[in-house]
């Protein structure tokens, strides 16, 4: 008799584990029940990594042979040792696995049962997540965590401190485990009411969890040794899961003025998490949306194509919904697969990394992008004290909407636009240095000789062409562009308000120091100086104009101080942009992909101009990524008719 059945929309199966010892087979019963009508028969849902296709084991389900992968056999084991020995898991209690519970065979099945499982995992009453058996790593850091969770904060802030050099690589070989970055994990942390993590036979509640992660966060930012562990992408991902736990929590509760948010605030946030299928990506956040979930219509589909057609329609749908192109600003996020070919202007979301660069684009995402420093929207507080999110700050199309057609076609996005100009003149592409390198560094002096030579060694264009473009720039616009322009015309929060004179003063100290003793810079500030020096330094005209303008200036130490650890985080985000000089001598930066010759474009409903490319159909652009202009960031390129309607041309996007 076959192990599977169809079954209906809303209709899940359920296993129960026979006891047994540690090496004897696995044995289970499997039973279909409606899931809306599950409260007498209470289950619990696994959580785990699949892990390698080989080798094979045999399982028994119903009296029939079923073959699972080592990582499942493994977890079946410990499942069936801790039952009777946790609280709310006996030899009675059922269990919903889904490699085993769904027919992966049937792609019908999978598609409405992949889209029950926020359900699933939300209605269990408990869920077990599974990391994997352990080792030296697994066992000293689930005791690590649950000290430092059940400490006081002053024992826990200790405990950090002292952490030994064995402690700190289990903590990072902890977090390299692949369950941390794996995409269908995150609602399965999120969405269970009650959560164990299960490491061998040592066990971790959820909230414990939290504590023990939040602790670290707060008490080992400030200690270099555990950098290891900071760098690890499960670190970097449990933290966002943390939060994306808080702010739910805040919503549902109606815990203070926490905003709701959507498909596209999540992925851009917590993107970049693995999968088999790379569409997953999208489905698996599906469960966590709070608001128009419904109005995306994203139904799971497992057919031919399906990876594509998913990622365009998440587009798609949001600019539908918000008549905004600014998540078109994110396609330039991350490399792309090299067999899955999306459209210049659709990201890909499975390598999307928030991480690489800090988007003008964040902006328009304001329920996740708090999160996000330095490029984040202003909080403000109203006269009733209420939290509000100023969701814009540039508009450089003054806010005029999308120009949206249904009929498009496949691939192709329609737009509407103002073409600003082109690039003109680009600086050299951030060059990645050792830790060794950094260090000779700071003790250069950064003669002009020196600029020039990094120029020629940088730059991909014509050296003569270069300086040309930037003596012409630097003749026809004050230094104040130049300086505002670096930290995109933003102080502080760098999107809420426009820089100030008192910025502009300390960026010129800065750069003098550089030239004078670059010793007293940190290392990091040499690098992004590195980076820009072709940029700010082509000709003697500007060092001189710098030079010129500090002579009668008073001490720079206590100046300098601040600006670096105000413009800190700045910089580290903005190594992946290059200055640039527009074609009519205005100054801009443009993401890392960019090219002499690129279009600079203001499309309708994009806050932000944007770069394109020609190909060689007439009207049909590639997208590079976002781009800042000077003088242009709040609608000064869009002209309105007699009768109020924009003068633009029509643009493809391909």
């Not at 028994?60 to 079946?76: M, P, Y």
């Not at 410990?78 to 709310?88: L, N, Y």
Request: charged letters at 25%; hydrophobic letters at 40%; aromatic letters at 10%.
């Amino acid at each position: 008799m076959p192990l599977y059945s169809d079954i209906e929309p809303r209709w899940v199966r359920l296993l129960k584990i026979h006891t047994g010892d540690h090496d004897s087979m696995i044995i289970c019963d499997m039973v279909t029940c409606f899931l809306d009508d599950i409260s007498r028969l209470q289950y619990i849902a696994l959580s785990y990594t699949w892990g390698s296709e080989s080798p094979i084991f045999e399982i028994q389900v119903n009296d029939t042979k079923f073959q699972v992968r080592s990582n499942l056999l493994h977890a079946l084991k410990r499942i069936r040792a801790i039952q009777d020995h946790i609280e709310g898991i006996s030899s009675g209690s059922y269990w919903w696995i889904d490699s085993i519970c769904i027919n992966q065979q049937n792609g019908v099945e999978k598609g409405h049962q992949v889209a029950m499982m926020g359900d699933i995992f939300e209605r269990s009453k408990l869920t077990v997540a599974y990391l994997g058996e352990q080792d030296n790593d697994g066992l000293s850091t689930m005791q690590i965590l649950r000290e430092i969770a059940s400490s006081s904060r002053e024992e826990a802030s200790r405990l950090i401190a002292s952490g030994t050099t064995d402690q700190l690589n289990a903590l990072a070989t902890f977090f390299e485990r692949p369950w941390w970055t794996r995409a269908w994990t995150t609602q399965e942390y999120i969405l269970p009411d009650k959560l164990y993590f299960l490491c061998g036979d040592q066990s971790l509640r959820r909230r414990q969890f939290q504590m023990a992660l939040l602790r670290l966060e707060r008490y080992s930012r400030a200690l270099p040794e555990y950098r290891s562990v900071h760098q690890t992408s499960g670190f970097i991902m449990a933290g966002k899961r943390k939060k994306i736990l808080n702010r739910r929590y805040d919503i549902l509760k109606g815990v203070g003025h926490t905003p709701s948010f959507p498909l596209c605030d999540f992925l851009v946030y917590a993107g970049g998490c693995d999968a088999t299928l790379k569409r997953d990506c999208v489905y698996s956040a599906l469960p966590l949306v709070l608001s128009n979930r419904d109005d995306l219509q994203l139904k799971p589909y497992y057919g031919e194509g399906g990876c594509v057609k998913i990622f365009e329609e998440v587009v798609r749908s949001q600019i539908a919904l918000s008549h905004c192109l600014d998540i078109i600003c994110f396609a330039d996020a991350s490399p792309r697969h090299p067999e899955i070919r999306c459209p210049s202007w659709v990201p890909y979301w499975p390598n999307h990394t928030s991480q690489a660069s800090d988007h003008m684009a964040w902006q328009s995402f304001p329920a996740l992008a708090s999160q996000r420093k330095p490029v984040r929207p202003k909080q403000l507080e109203s006269n009733d004290n209420k939290l509000v999110i100023q969701s814009h700050v540039f508009k450089a199309s003054a806010g005029l909407p999308a120009a949206v057609q249904d009929d498009s076609q496949p691939g192709i996005l329609f737009c509407q636009g103002v073409i600003a100009g082109r690039i003109g003149a680009l600086a050299g592409s951030y060059v990645a240095m050792e830790r060794d390198e950094a260090v000779q560094l700071r003790g250069a002096r950064l003669t002009p000789r020196v600029m020039d030579d990094i120029l020629i060694s940088s730059s991909h264009q014509n050296q003569d062409r270069e300086t040309a473009w930037w003596k012409q720039a630097l003749e026809y616009q004050p230094p104040q562009d130049l300086w505002k322009t670096v930290a995109l015309d933003r102080k502080d929060s760098y999107l809420d308000k426009s820089a100030p004179l008192d910025y502009s003063n300390d960026f010129k100290w800065l750069l003098f120091k550089a030239i004078e003793d670059p010793v007293a810079l940190n290392t990091k500030t040499l690098l992004w100086f590195r980076h820009h020096a072709p940029v700010l330094f082509a000709s003697h005209s500007a060092r001189d104009e710098i030079i010129e303008r500090l002579n009668d200036t008073p001490g720079c130490a206590r100046v300098i101080s601040k600006f670096e650890d105000q413009m800190h985080h700045v910089w580290i985000n903005m190594r992946k942009r290059l200055m640039l000089v527009s074609d009519k001598q205005v100054w801009g930066m443009a993401t890392e992909g960019a090219m002499v010759g690129d279009v600079i474009c203001v499309l309708a409903g994009c806050n932000f101009p944007v770069l394109l490319r020609e190909t060689e159909r007439r009207g049909r652009f590639r997208l590079i990524g976002e781009c800042f202009l000077d003088g242009i960031m709040h609608g000064e390129m869009v002209d309105l008719d007699a009768d109020g309607v924009p003068s633009m041309e029509d643009i493809y996007l391909v």
